[in-house]
């Protein structure tokens, strides 16, 4: 036997295979969970900072108060929103062929390739009366809790069209047809069939558009800086994630604004968690009173103008609030005047930005794939459906909350053992990682487990058998999750921030050009984070493809 | 290779329940039961796909209860066939031998022989999803041959397969067993496709086997009122024993009808249970006829006439009545049923009445 067999033949064995489990069972706990809500700790043993620095502080509870209700106002302003604009456009796309389908469902991720916080800049340049608006702007907008609603329906728009098309994909169409033989109208027989039907598909969209609202912080920065023509201060607009960049960034000099940012930061987790539960139990519950049928006024609405004024409206919101607002950017830049500017910090900073990016995306795939084989092929084991579920809590915490959590974590364990970059990362690792394991976990549950076990009595080992049977058939989801991970780690401020004040990565050097109104050089760099992320993005759409076929 | 007291019990069913079971070298054993009987868990066990909670399993004395399933060597064949859908047919063939780095030229071999023997040669570089069902069960019988397990163990080979090519490759998964001297075990809930395969049959009912023996054995001798209704199916009538003797014996029910079988073990004034299957049971003359009843209901089955005949207080009898004799007789006539006494066998009353005895789930 050579030695690379005597390997194989040792972690094939029972007790290699349970170490392993456990190894990454603990990894995820100890590295993701744990730091993620490790600030909740901090409201018992630092209680009496908290107490003397804030709550008896009526000006800093002011602030803290208005910008978490402010998040939380905008966050459910941007799901009605992406709601009541995305179902038409999901149901064309699960239910209609017509021509430049292919096209639209292309233009629907096209906000994804942004990174928010070029996103943040762009949308910000076309809506908002600034200074010196550049030509074809609207500039029309001078309210920041406006503009900042309009740039949060941006990036979560897609999320909310995406679950919606899935899951009514899913629906049979015949429950439908059923209805309308029996006499209803169209809008009849959707309202009272089909849409009661899709409420899990809500429920994901919903979580997935307030979560991603709720914890945006580089767009929501560079949008309210370039607004204001300046840095952001303390008596601007704020919601609860800029509150925490500023103040991270104002601790360095002043830390009697710790308790202050430990404060917000709980207020988020907490709130964010217990939102998440009611949000779930509010869909799935509640009953609406949606059996009472008026067939004259419905079937007018069922014909006619009305369905066609409802699905141009919703391709107009598509284009003039979605795509446009993304793409602005490249006017600008045509229109602006070049300057002699020094690239090489930002080249650094992108530099930076793909190493972080990259060690992400291989510490997801190496401990996530594991830890979503272990939930997916032990559904009935209670740790595994509790793992399920711990892995959200860092896709809904806000992910400067976390950020800034996860900083204070490794600075009680060891201060000196972890460099500003380590911390990066670990933070990006905590809200990507469960892209991977989600991605991973749904491609798994689809597959026949006899393939495997089929591999196994023909006398493959488990590495094997995974190697050459399972992977090839999840390949393309394995992709996509390393592709989201990457882009979204790629494009992160928040959590970048709230670790580290003066972190060196793409997105914060474009919030930092954004302060110092570069902002030529800032579209400039927008544009390069744009390309690279759509490029990835097209990647990430062939290898998907791929698996379907 | 033997099973014995094998326990499995799942969260809120018991899917083996002190199963016992010996296969014999080079032997084709079907395993029959109804669904839900723990047929699947009994090949589980084997393959060690699943660790039974008590029980041992030995492969050749040797015992191997805990052994991986890739150091078994007795491979399994699932209902679905699993064919790796991103390898070719000749990918899948060569997994198993792959795997244990057989030697490129004794592969290639190898290769040829199987798909001539499976009759693949010219679909070799097709993918499963472009095979026929009949196609992907024989390239998924060469990739379990091709490992030369020591037992192929088959759940359901047949199932997803159309009624006619059913029947056409219930001979050719024999005669491929009997020439490569496999040994086999085969799960069915079908009871003529394990009556016409079988070396010999194993009856499986609640996770427990009931009788094993050769096909005429468990057809003709079968253990209990089940086998006998669940191997070819019978007519049970409900009485009591009224002579016994080594001619043969005397049930009468409650309404007096009187009828006769072989020989039996249960004492006279010992509550029964008379089986006799359907094949064996005849509509005769009312005057020659110790059971007279009237029809109830006549189903066409193309060369046989299946005849539902209602006897008062005794039940519904059937019969099967060659299809050129179907003029004779109309619904709602008066006719007589009766057997070949040897034909019918005397069973204790099951303790939890003759319907739960004879309940298939």
């Known amino acids: 036997m050579g ?91 699960a239910r209609k062929e017509f021509r430049g389908k292919q096209f639209l469902d292309t233009l629907i991720d096209m906000p994804l390739a942004v990174p928010t916080a070029a996103l943040g800049f762009s949308a ?18 001078s309210s920041p809790m406006l503009l900042i609603v309009l740039l949060h329906v941006v990036f979560s728009y897609p999320y909310m069209v995406r679950s919606l098309t899935a899951i009514l994909g899913g629906i049979d169409e015949t429950y439908e047809t059923a209805g309308r033989t029996l006499g209803a109208s169209r809008l009849t027989a959707v309202r009272t069939i089909t849409l009661p039907l899709f409420r899990a598909g809500l429920v994901t969209g919903a979580i997935l558009c307030f979560a991603r609202s709720l914890s945006e912080t580089g767009g929501t920065i560079i949008a309210l800086a370039t607004l204001y023509g300046r840095k952001m201060v303390e008596g601007d607009f704020q919601t609860g994630p800029t509150l925490i960049g500023l103040w991270k960034d104002a601790s360095v000099a002043d830390p009697t604004l710790v308790p202050a940012l430990t404060f917000v930061s709980i207020l988020l987790i907490i709130l964010a968690l217990v939102l998440l539960v009611v949000l779930k139990v509010a869909i799935m519950k509640v009953r609406v009173p949606l059996r009472k049928v008026w067939p004259s006024p419905e079937k007018l609405l069922s014909r006619g103008l009305f369905p066609k004024i409802k699905d141009t409206s919703a391709i107009l919101f598509l284009l003039i609030v979605v795509i446009v607002p993304s793409f602005f950017i490249f006017t600008y830049v045509l229109t602006g005047t070049p300057s002699d500017a020094d690239w090489n910090p930002f080249i650094d900073a992108l530099v930076t930005s793909f190493v972080v990016a ?16 272990y939930i997916a092929k032990n559904r009935t084991s209670k740790l595994s459906q509790l793992l399920d579920v711990f892995v959200n809590i860092p896709l809904i915490v806000p992910t400067a909350a976390l950020g800034f959590s996860l900083g204070l974590f490794w600075n009680t364990v060891d201060p000196a053992a972890m460099p500003p970059i380590v911390l990066i ?7 990507t990682y469960p892209l991977v394991v989600r991605n991973v976990v749904g491609a798994v549950e689809g597959i026949d487990p006899a393939y495997e076990e089929t591999a196994r009595t023909l006398g493959a080992k488990p590495l094997q058998s995974f190697r050459r049977v399972l992977l090839p058939m999840i390949k393309g989801s394995i992709l996509a999750g390393a592709i989201m991970a990457f882009t979204r780690s790629l494009g992160e401020t928040g959590a970048t921030l709230a670790v580290v004040a003066n972190a060196n990565t793409a997105p914060v050097f474009i919030v930092n050009l954004v302060n110092d109104q570069s902002y030529y050089l800032a579209a400039m760099a927008c544009i390069i984070l744009i390309i690279i992320s759509y490029v990835f993005m097209l990647l990430l759409r062939r290898f998907t493809r791929e698996e379907v076929v | 290779m033997t099973l014995s007291g094998i326990v499995k019990r799942f969260s809120d069913v018991t899917a083996a329940d002190g199963l016992d079971l010996t296969v014999n070298d080079r032997e084709y054993l079907c395993l029959l039961g109804p669904t839900g009987a723990g047929k ?57 031998p792959d795997i244990r780095k057989v030697p490129e030229k004794d592969k290639e071999q190898m290769l040829f022989s199987l798909l001539d023997l499976v009759r693949l040669t010219s679909r070799a570089d097709s993918y499963p999803r472009e095979l026929s069902g009949g196609m992907q069960q024989r ?57 016409v395969m079988a070396d010999r049959i194993a009856i499986i009912r609640a996770g427990r086997i009931v009788q094993v023996g050769t096909p005429a ?145």
Request: aromatic share 8%; hydrophobic share 50%.
């Open chain 2, 40 to 96: 699947t868990t009994a090949l589980r066990v084997i393959a060690g796909l699943t660790v039974p909670d008590e029980g041992k399993v030995l492969f050749d004395g040797r015992e191997v209860t805990h052994l991986e399933p890739e150091k078994r060597n007795a491979v399994l064949l699932s209902q679905t066939y699993s064919l790796f859908p991103t390898m070719t047919v000749a990918e899948n063939i060569m997994f198993g």
């Open chain 1, 3 to 93: 030695s690379s067999d005597k390997l194989l033949e040792f972690i094939s064995g029972r007790g290699f295979r349970k170490g392993w489990t456990a190894f990454n069972i603990i990894f995820f706990l100890s590295f993701i969970i744990l730091p993620t809500v490790f600030i909740l700790s901090s409201a018992v043993t630092d209680w009496s900072d908290i107490q003397e620095h804030v709550l008896s502080d009526p000006a800093t509870m002011d602030l803290i108060i208005s910008a978490v209700v402010v998040s939380f106002e905008i966050a459910a302003i941007v799901t009605v929103i992406d709601f009541v604009a995305g179902l038409p456009v999901a149901w064309m796309m």
């Open chain 1, 425 to 431: 990362i670990l933070s990006h690792v905590a809200f």
């Open chain 2, 139 to 195: 390239c998924a019988l060469a990739r379990a041959i091709a490992t030369s397990p020591d037992v192929l163990l088959l759940d359901e080979p047949l199932r997803a397969l159309d009624a006619r090519l059913r029947i056409d490759l219930r001979r050719d998964l024999k005669s491929l067993a009997r020439t490569l001297g496999l040994t086999v075990v085969h799960v069915t809930h079908d009871q003529d496709e394990a009556l």
């Open chain 2, 217 to 361: 054995e468990v057809f003709d001798e079968p253990v209990s009122p089940f086998v006998a209704n669940f191997v070819g199916q019978s007519n049970f009538f409900t009485g009591t024993v009224v002579h016994s003797g080594p001619e043969g014996s005397v049930v009468e029910d409650e309404a007096g009808n009187r009828v006769k079988a072989r020989p039996t073990d249960v004492a006279v004034g010992e509550k029964a249970v008379l089986a006799v299957k359907v094949g064996h049971t005849h509509l005769l003359k009312l005057d020659a006829a110790a059971l007279k009843g009237k029809i109830e209901r006549m189903l066409f089955e193309g060369r046989v006439v299946h005849v539902d005949v209602d006897v008062a207080g005794a039940g519904r009898f059937s019969a099967k009545i060659p299809a050129s004799y179907r003029g004779r007789y109309q619904v709602g006539d008066d006719v007589g049923i009766g057997w070949n006494r040897n034909k019918a066998k005397v069973f204790p009353y099951p303790e939890g009445g003759l319907e739960n005895e004879l309940k298939v789930d």
């Open chain 1, 124 to 141: 910000a340049i076309f809506w908002a009366a600034t200074p010196n608006p550049p030509p074809f702007s609207l500039s029309a907008i």
């Open chain 1, 358 to 373: 990259s060690v992400v995306t291989a510490i997801d795939l190496a401990t996530g794939i594991p830890m979503a084989l």
